[in-house]
């Protein structure tokens, strides 16, 4: 048998390892450690569905509600969005009606940072658009106190949806220039201050305003809103229970008196130029449109 001799060039180098191996405990072997994996990042989206029927979402919030391992999702949300979930998708109730809450909002704002925490795509589905007077600032403030990264998909708000239903115009050129988005509903259970509403040329559009409407009626009239001014009460916007209603100001608390059931619902309130330079305010009767 003839052995060949290590190449001098090598030589070094595979004494070198012989002399390390042979320092290793009997029968040992080495590994060699396999990179850990990264740990799965997660994230929350808070995701405006828009209001009423489902196909009003944006394509980006579809994207996110489908890539989503869990969705919180509010009251108002259309059960048919629901069904687009992906299929392991965990779907959670954390909806609010007028006095009666699925749970308290600071563990609706855990339950998200938890999720995150744990890896998850989470997405926070609320109804119209997460910005106007949907809490999202506060389950924003409760991420960024955990570090967990977070971002905003805009949606359809309901004063635009109930405009359209009502077949009207948020604002008008020559008529409204100014659009005021507001609450009658105030965390304190205060009365909004309404003296800086008063001027022809608005467009006052009241969220959950129906339980408030006499302290919204009274409020306007005695910051100077004419009592003619044009008022339409637009209830279960872009759906198949949709109503319009219309009145003038000064009897819009007897409108949803007789009317017990508009919720939820949008006060669009008009004061134009046009009612200004006249003096006088259009008058409308009552009347109820499906």
Not at 69 to 78: G, M, W
Not at 235 to 242: G, L, P
Not at 251 to 270: D, M, T, V, Y
Request: charged fraction near 15%; proline fraction near 5%; glycine fraction near 8%.
């Amino acid at each position: 048998m003839i052995t060949l001799a290590p190449k001098p060039l090598f030589t070094p180098l595979i004494l070198a390892f012989r002399a390390w191996q042979a320092r290793l405990p009997n029968g040992s072997t080495t590994h060699i450690a396999a990179p850990a994996k990264a740990a799965k990042q997660g994230f929350v989206s808070l995701v405006g569905a828009g209001p009423g029927s489902a196909d009003l979402i944006t394509l980006r919030g579809l994207e996110r509600l489908q890539a989503a391992d869990v969705v919180y999702y509010d009251r108002l949300a259309d059960p048919a969005l629901l069904k687009r979930a992906r299929k392991t998708a965990r779907l959670i109730y954390v909806g609010k009606a007028p006095g009666c809450h699925a749970m308290p909002q600071a563990q609706i704002n855990a339950l998200l940072v938890q999720s995150a925490q744990a890896g998850q795509q989470v997405v926070r589905l609320k109804c119209g658009d997460p910005g106007i007077f949907g809490r999202g600032a506060e389950e924003a403030d409760a991420m960024n106190a955990a570090g967990v990264a977070w971002d905003i998909v805009p949606g359809v708000t309901s004063a635009c949806a109930a405009a359209a239903s009502a077949r009207s115009f948020l604002t008008e050129r020559g008529q409204t220039e100014r659009l005021i988005l507001a609450t009658g509903h105030l965390r304190h259970d205060g009365a909004q201050d309404w003296t800086t509403t008063a001027q022809a040329g608005t467009t006052l559009a009241c969220y959950m305003g129906v339980s408030q409407a006499a302290s919204i009626t009274q409020g306007l009239l005695g910051a100077g809103w004419p009592a003619a001014c044009a008022v339409q009460v637009i209830s279960k916007a872009q759906t198949r229970e949709e109503q319009v209603f219309h009145c003038r100001l000064d009897r819009l608390e007897a409108l949803c008196a007789q009317h017990p059931n508009l919720n939820p619902a949008i006060l669009l309130i008009r004061w134009t130029l046009t009612d200004a330079a006249s003096g006088v305010s259009p008058v409308h009767t009552i009347a109820v449109s499906a």
